[in-house]
């Protein structure tokens, strides 16, 4: 079975650029999130898609990051323009289903994202 | 405020040692979940603890699950090199995860 996939694996970009990174889950989950992880910290959730709809995006900056998941599948999320302080893994995730008993979220490989 | 801590937030042990990791939350929760990621990796998925009173074990690895205390465990027996990597404890709250800060783990041979 196929993992979470992400593209691309590391981004680096200058302060007040634009940035954009995808991800495609695995097959049939219908829950996606998108977790930023600060070097040193544990990842910390910024929106959760179920299909295509936005479960929570309290986390998320919404004057700066947005995000989509078209067509319940695919997702990508944006920043712009960025910030010295978005510097971070950018990881997604998904499960099978939100709630139910066995509800193992499955990680990719992440986005390195370096802000100069 | 919601909290999820873990400590140690490092931790070395020299092979053949057992160790006790700990993750405490600061609200109620039934679910709990271990991940294991090593260094520039994403995260791996250990033990998925659903019940208060849960025991899981795999290999060296055993995870326990207090939901009164608000607390779970990550027990190590006789450790080996392998096991050198960060482990993080998420506690799922309103299907949200809410992840620990990390205990990294060092194997000493």
């Known amino acids: 079975e196929a993992g979470v996939a992400q593209s691309p694996r590391y981004k680096i970009i200058e302060k007040r650029q634009s940035v954009a990174f995808w991800c495609n889950p695995i097959?049939?989950?219908?829950?996606l999130y998108w977790y930023q992880q600060i070097l040193g910290q544990g990842p910390k959730l910024l929106i959760q898609?179920?299909?295509?709809?936005?479960?929570?995006d309290s986390q998320l900056p919404k004057d700066r990051f947005s995000a989509e998941r078209l067509k319940g599948v695919d997702s990508t999320l944006k920043i712009q323009p960025a910030k010295l302080e978005d510097s971070a893994v950018y990881l997604c995730?998904?499960?099978?289903?939100?709630?139910?008993?066995?509800?193992?979220?499955?990680f990719g490989p992440g986005t390195r994202l370096l802000v100069l | 405020e919601l909290k999820v801590e873990q400590n140690p937030l490092f931790l070395s042990m020299q092979e053949g040692k057992n160790y006790t990791i700990y993750c405490n939350y600061s609200?109620?929760?039934?679910?709990l979940y271990w991940y294991r990621q090593d260094p520039g990796k994403s995260l791996e998925s250990l033990f998925v603890l659903l019940s208060n009173g849960a025991v899981k074990q795999e290999g060296r690895l055993m995870a326990s699950l207090d939901t009164k205390a608000r607390l779970s465990t990550l027990h190590i027996t006789a450790a080996v090199h392998d096991l050198s990597a960060t482990y993080f404890c998420a506690v799922d709250i309103g299907n949200q995860f809410y992840f620990g800060t990390g205990t990294s783990l060092t194997v000493i041979p």
């Open positions: 609200t109620t929760s039934d679910r």
């Open positions: 995730a998904s499960s099978l289903e939100q709630g139910g008993t066995l509800e193992t979220q499955y």
């Open positions: 097959s049939g989950h219908a829950t």
């Open positions: 898609f179920q299909n295509n709809g936005v479960v929570d």
